[in-house]
């Protein structure tokens, strides 16, 4: 039999890539987190990682742990919302979103919800892409709002992740610059233009993306600054800190002295989607499936 504690043990490992990140998150010892492993690996009779001094990585039998503790874990958080269910007459469901999407695309959908249901008890977290969909994908969330940029969809149809995932919209980027700025009174720009500038960074998948953009250009990314805030962002462009790239339902007209130009095609854009747990197809959640179709419908 496979202890449940040691699954959840090797989880974190797998999430934090190292024994000692893993006992500091579980409140463990690197020693006590060692042990399970190795119990676990015991009543395996496989090697479930693989130790090296750069770090510790998952063997296949241990992929396939952790995608089972994955699963487990779900079917234990909705077990444990049904009896919540069932003891307060009241349905619990906790959605996840990025900053600008729960700005801009979430309150109109929610006030319709919650009109419309109200039974639901809802929670909403403020979580980045890289932090929501392994909440849903663990069962302590139930609907994500993400986004990626120019590379793979953070969900792969027919994958093993136990994620479907829902495109909504394109979200283009522009430059924002300050009002001063040399090219402030072009109608467009390409990015290429501005890619030796100083720049402000709203997000650190935003930064990820032109680290690459300039790497490619045989360039040095200057950051001035980094935020995970893009509305914060604009106004330390208008401050002169630098320039930034910011994606539009992220603009906010209420900064003065900055200006928004368009970058020419190929336009960097983030791709906003829904995220929800692959096992809802097979035990449908009408609320989940509600909330998911009014975030469908809100888009043009």
């Not at 953070?154 to 090219?183: C, I, K, N, Q, T």
């Not at 500038?197 to 001035?224: I, N, T």
């Amino acid at each position: 039999m496979i202890d449940v504690q040691r699954l959840r043990t090797l989880r974190e490992v797998a999430r934090s890539g190292s024994f000692n990140k893993a006992a500091a998150a579980l409140l463990l010892t690197p020693s006590a987190v060692s042990q399970q492993i190795a119990a676990l690996e015991r009543t395996l009779g496989a090697q479930v990682v693989e130790r090296s001094t750069r770090g510790v990585s998952l063997t296949e039998p241990g992929r396939l742990l952790v995608e089972a503790a994955e699963a487990i874990s779900a079917e234990l958080s909705h077990a444990r919302e049904q009896i919540d269910r069932l003891a307060t007459g009241r349905t619990k469901l906790t959605v996840a979103t990025f900053t600008s999407g729960g700005h801009r695309l979430l309150p109109p959908v929610l006030t319709r919800f919650v009109a419309e249901h109200p039974e639901v008890e809802l929670t909403v977290l403020q979580k980045e892409p890289e932090h929501s969909l392994p909440l849903v994908r663990e069962g302590r969330a139930d609907i994500a709002l993400a986004y990626h940029f120019d590379g793979p969809l953070p969900v792969r149809p027919g994958d093993r992740s136990g994620l479907d995932w829902v495109p909504l919209m394109d979200d283009p980027m522009s430059a924002v610059l300050p009002v001063g700025h040399r090219l402030a009174g072009r109608a467009s720009l390409d990015l290429a233009e501005l890619v030796r500038e100083r720049w402000v960074m709203g997000c650190m998948r935003a930064q990820a993306f032109m680290h690459r953009y300039a790497e490619l250009a045989g360039s040095e990314l200057r950051v001035s600054a980094a935020t995970t805030d893009f509305f914060f962002a604009q106004t330390l462009v208008a401050a002169g800190v630098g320039v930034s790239l910011v994606p539009r339902i992220a603009l906010d007209p209420s900064v003065s002295g900055v200006v928004v130009i368009p970058i020419d095609p190929p336009r960097p854009a983030r791709y906003i989607g829904v995220a929800t747990a692959s096992r809802h197809r097979a035990r449908p959640q009408p609320h989940v499936e509600a909330l998911l179709s009014a975030l469908v419908g809100s888009v043009p």
